[in-house]
T-cell receptor, first 113, second 117 residues
Framework: AQTVTQSQPEMSVQEAETVTLSCTYD???????LFWYKQPPSRQMILVIRQEAYKQQNATENRFSVNFQKAAKSFSLKISDSQLGDTAMYFC??????????FGTGTSLTVIP | GAVVSQHPSWVICKSGTSVKIECRSL??????MFWYRQFPKQSLMLMAT?????????EQGVEKDKFLINHASLTLSTLTVTSAHPEDSSFYIC?????????????FGPGTRLTVT
């Protein structure tokens, strides 16, 4: 069975600083993708970054990057130069056969001015 | 691209009535759409998977006779909450997969806030 664990319910970071959100998962799949989604106060889910599990190179999207450790089944999100607009809930998601997502419980990130 | 709309964004209904929520993929075709329910400060809980032209697949514990899902076309899925009760009050989110993309990512609608009085 797939499980996704986000062990940090709440985090805060000073504006312009760097923060890392953790995610661990369990899956029986060999080829899969991993995603981080952001849900700001508007509650619109927004894709932040994706990682293809068969790629060793960590994905990067501007200020967002991942540290993907396949053997450890760890998929953390690093946000550099944090901005006030980064304040949101962040969810780690792992697709399973049938294309459903298993979502983690989320990390509430607050960027402090 | 990859925009998903939901209508209505907010609805209030009386206990015992039914309410329909529409989910549309505006600029892509979606053979598969998903319906989630989210309580305040909690994660998204998958309710059902909706496949175009076939019956929806419901997650364990979700009453299929209460939450009716219809996926009549490649761009439209509907969720009807029948005989609504106050405990059905929640935030409902739909998502869709773009059949042209290989990454299995889902594109989410803005959500519908349902309040049953």
């Amino acid at each position: 069975a797939q499980t996704v664990t986000q062990s940090q319910p709440e985090m805060s970071v000073q504006e312009a600083e760097t923060v890392t959100l953790s995610c661990t998962y369990d899956t029986s799949e060999n080829n899969y993708y991993l995603f981080w989604y952001k849900q700001p106060p508007s509650r619109q889910m927004i894709l932040v970054i994706r990682q293809e599990a068969y790629k060793q190179q960590n994905a990067t999207e501007n200020r967002f990057s991942v540290n993907f450790q396949k053997a450890a089944k760890s998929f953390s999100l690093k946000i550099s130069d944090s901005q006030l607009g980064d304040t949101a809930m962040y969810f780690c998601a792992v697709p399973v056969p049938g294309n459903q997502f298993y979502f983690g419980t989320g990390t509430s990130l607050t960027v402090i001015p | 691209g990859a925009v998903v709309s939901q209508h209505p964004s907010w609805v209030i209904c009386k206990s015992g009535t039914s309410v329909k929520i529409e989910c549309r993929s505006l600029d892509f075709q979606a053979t598969t759409m998903f319906w989630y329910r989210q309580f305040p400060k909690q994660s998204l809980m998958l309710m059902a998977t909706s496949n175009e032209g076939s019956k929806a697949t419901y997650e364990q514990g979700v009453e299929k006779d209460k939450f009716l899902i219809n996926h009549a076309s490649l761009t439209l899925s509907t969720l009807t909450v029948t005989s609504a009760h106050p405990e059905d009050s929640s935030f409902y989110i739909c998502s869709a997969r773009d059949i042209q993309r290989k990454f299995f990512e889902q594109y989410f609608g803005p959500g519908t806030r349902l309040t049953v009085t």
